[in-house]
Nanobody, 123 residues
Framework: QVQLVESGGGLVQAGGSLRLSCAAS????????TGWFRQAPGKEREFVCV????????YYADSVKGRFTISRDNAKNTVYLQMNSLKPEDTAVYYC????????????????WGKGTLVTVSS
């Protein structure tokens, strides 16, 4: 069993940066691929990024590629999302997720979800 708790959300101006954290419980956390999703007001949840993609690489949605970076610290059981050059359209609740399969996780089939943290980007 893995529990995920996100933090680090807040209000930031366009062009600014934020780093989200996702603290995981469970001794088997290192076995899982982890990813981030987001849900803007009135929209469906969408994929942002995932780690442990093919060959251990990372995979990003086109909308965030080059601006967002996912990383993890297994010793701390924590996953991070560094978000730079933020845009108003990045405003959303951001969710951390974990799953055995990175491709399935990227498709939204997660074994575990956090409750989310709100990011608001002002113009």
């Amino acid at each position: 069993q893995v529990q995920l708790v996100e933090s680090g959300g807040g209000l930031v101006q366009a062009g600014g940066s934020l780093r989200l954290s996702c603290a995981a419980s469970g001794r088997t956390f290192s076995r899982y691929a982890t990813g981030w999703f987001r849900q803007a007001p009135g929209k469906e949840r969408e994929f942002v990024c995932v780690d442990r993609w093919s060959g251990g690489s990372t995979y990003y949605a086109d909308s965030v590629k080059g601006r967002f970076t996912i990383s993890r610290d297994n010793a701390k059981n924590t996953v991070y999302l560094q978000m730079n050059s933020l845009k108003p359209e990045d405003t959303a609740v951001y969710y951390c997720a974990a799953g055995i399969s990175a491709p399935r996780l990227a498709a939204g089939y997660s074994d575990y979800w956090g409750k989310g943290t709100l990011v608001t980007v002002s113009s």
